[in-house]
Structure formats: C-alpha cells, structure tokens
T-cell receptor, first 114, second 112 residues
Framework: KAGVTQTPRYLIKTRGQQVTLSCSPISGHRSVSWYQQTPGQGLQFLFE???????NKGNFPGRFSGRQFSNSRSEMNVSTLELGDSALYLC?????????????FGSGTRLTVV | QQQVKQSPQSLIVQKGGISIINCAYENTAFDYFPWYQQFPGKGPALLIA?????SEKKEGRFTISFNKSAKQFSLHIMDSQPGDSATYFC???????????FGKGTRLSVIA
C-alpha cells in the first residue's frame, strides 16, 4: 500500500513569490490535513479537507490556502511568500479525519524562502 | 496558545536506559492522546496512542502512562537503543472532527 506522497520534496523561493505544494493521500483516505513544522513552533495545524470541503482551519493568514480534488489529492498554496514561511510542510491523510485518529504523514516539502 | 506542553526539549539517555518524556494538557475535552516518532527527513509516524479510560498502555518497549486527574501523560521507552534516537511528539484531540494539537517535541539521543 503506497504511503502519503508529497511533492516536491524541496523548494527554494524568493520573497513575494507564490508556491503550490501537492499531497497524494493513501488510497481510500478521504481526509487530508496540512501542518507547518518549524524548530521554534513545532507542528502547527493549517487546515483539513474532507471530500473536497475545508472542514477545519488553523490560525494562519489568508495567504495560506488549499483545496482538495475529487480523487482526494490536495494542494496548498502560499502567496506573497515571507521569510518566516520557511518550514517543513507536512500533510497527513486518514480515513475520515475523525479525532485525528491514525494520521499517516508524508515526508514533507521543505520550503526555503530567500 | 500552546494547548499541550511537552518536556524536556532534549534528552540524552544511555543505551539500555529508560527514556521518559512528559506532556501536560488543560483542555478536559481531549480524549485521544497519541505519540509520534520522527526521524530526520521523514514525517512523524504514529508510535502508540491512549484514551483516558485506561491509565497505561504498553506496546513492546513503549509505554504510555496517563493521569487523568493531573491532566498529564508520558511516554516511557524501556531498554532504549541508538535506533530510538529521534524526535518524539505528544499530541491530543477532543472528540469529533478536530485536528491533532501537538507538543513542541523532544529530541532524544541514545548513546552507547
């Protein structure tokens, strides 16, 4: 059974640019959650999508957005990049996202903003 | 506002020793408490989880102890091995369709 696939693995962007990250969940999983991981703040919740609908949203500015497609694949977009957006972005899939049970994480996308 | 407080930030343990990582929470609605293990370059992986209706859960060398009245839970790694060297995260979530809230992590180094 294939795991959660995140692409690309690494990205370097310039301040002010925008970026799109992709996440393909485990087959059959309908919930995809996104987290930002930084050394100082740990893992912080961005948003969760279930059946193409955003079901939960964390405390991030509107520059961070996402969507989910009918095949459960998800993308997140960050516009007008800032230096502070440099982080590891992780997505996690689960069957239905209920209670955060049995998240399976991808290996993440390392974003560096210069 | 950090909802799950994890300590220590880093931990060095001798091979064969016991590693202990502690977490505390305030939200009494939390009812699922997993621990995740993360190796460099990888995403976190679920290690073990507990619900508040039990005080302890053991899986191999890993044990979660849960104290509902104190709102604390901890991970014990018995007979720690160099291969256990990783970052460990505790987490919690209440019932319903709500996301996991993570502690800030503990970097464990097991030295021979």
């Amino acid at each position: 059974k294939a795991g959660v696939t995140q692409t690309p693995r690494y990205l370097i962007k310039t301040r002010g640019q925008q970026v799109t990250l992709s996440c393909s969940p485990i087959s059959g999983h309908r919930s995809v959650s996104w987290y930002q991981q930084t050394p100082g703040q740990g893992l912080q919740f961005l948003f969760e999508y279930f059946s193409e609908t955003q079901r939960n949203k964390g405390n991030f500015p509107g520059r961070f957005s996402g969507r989910q497609f009918s095949n459960s694949r998800s993308e997140m977009n960050v516009s007008t990049l800032e230096l502070g957006d440099s982080a590891l972005y992780l997505c996690a899939s689960s069957l239905d996202g209920r209670n955060g049970i049995r998240y399976t994480f991808g290996s993440g996308t390392r974003l560096t903003v210069v | 506002q950090q909802q799950v407080k994890q300590s220590p930030q880093s931990l060095i343990v001798q091979k064969g020793g016991i590693s202990i990582i502690n977490c505390a929470y305030e939200n009494t609605a939390f009812d699922y408490f997993p621990w995740y293990q993360q190796f460099p370059g990888k995403g976190p992986a679920l290690l073990i989880a507990i619900r508040p209706d039990v005080s302890e859960k053991k899986e191999g060398r890993f044990t979660i102890s849960f104290n509902k009245s104190a709102k604390q839970f901890s991970l014990h790694i018995m007979d720690s091995q160099p291969g256990d060297s990783a970052t460990y995260f505790c987490a919690a979530t209440p019932s319903g369709n709500t996301p996991l809230v993570f502690g800030k992590g503990t970097r464990l180094s097991v030295i021979a």
